[in-house]
Structure formats: C-alpha cells, structure tokens
C-alpha cells in the first residue's frame, strides 16, 4: 500500500530554514500528483503547495508564494518543501498527501493518503 514519510521538521529561529522531504512507496510515484498541508494547534488543517506529475506544475498557498518551494524527485520517490524566512506563524506539523486524480489541489478531501506529519517549530 501506498506510505509517505516526512522528514526535516525541527525547532529553527525565525528568518531561518529548513527542507522538508517526504519519502512515497508502494506505487507509480512518477504518476501521483503530491501537496502539502499543515495544521497548527487548534486550527484548521491547511493547503500549504502542491506539483503535479504530468508537467510539474506548482500551486501555493498565497500567503506562501516566495518563500516555501515545491519540488520532486521522481528518481528518489521524494517530494520536498523547501522552507525560507520561516515566521512564528509557520509552526505546525507538516503533512505530505497524495491527491486523487479528481479534485481540487487545494481541497484535503482531494487527497487519498497521508503521511504522519513533521513538526515544524519557530521561535521568535
């Protein structure tokens, strides 16, 4: 079945940086379209960018565009979020998700499988 692996979380300083990576198995990972999401406590979980397979198109959050980055390795089976100028208001836990082939990209009813989660902390 199919399983995501997110890595990179941790505690970094405001203004800082970090890579996330999330791992994918068990299926044609060059063919899945990949998002991320995040959800801080008590809130809401939230869309933060998704690419697609079949042209590498890239969506954003718009509070987001300019400082996080999508990418894939479709050699690793690995989808990246590259993080910069991180704020306090970025920590959460971070998830990785699979999205379906119908269904909008910013919708977590879009997507079939998630990973656990990486916890994200910045301090100011």
């Known amino acids: 079945q199919v399983q995501l692996a997110e890595s990179g979380g941790g505690l970094v300083q405001a203004g800082g940086s970090l890579r996330l990576s999330c791992a994918a198995s068990g299926g044609t990972f060059s063919s899945w379209n990949m998002g991320w999401f995040r959800q801080a406590p008590g809130k809401e979980r939230e869309f933060v960018a998704a690419?697609?397979?079949?042209?590498?198109?890239?969506y954003y959050r718009d509070s987001l565009k300019g400082r996080f980055t999508i990418s894939r390795d479709n050699a690793k089976n690995t989808v990246y979020l590259q993080m910069n100028s991180l704020k306090p208001e970025d920590t959460a836990i971070y998830y990785c998700?699979?999205?379906?082939?119908?269904?909008?990209?910013?919708?977590?009813?879009?997507?079939?499988?998630w990973g656990q989660g990486t916890q994200v902390t910045v301090s100011s």
């Open positions: 690419i697609m397979w079949s042209d590498g198109s890239t």
């Open positions: 998700a699979v999205k379906s082939y119908s269904g909008t990209y910013y919708r977590k009813s879009s997507y079939d499988y």
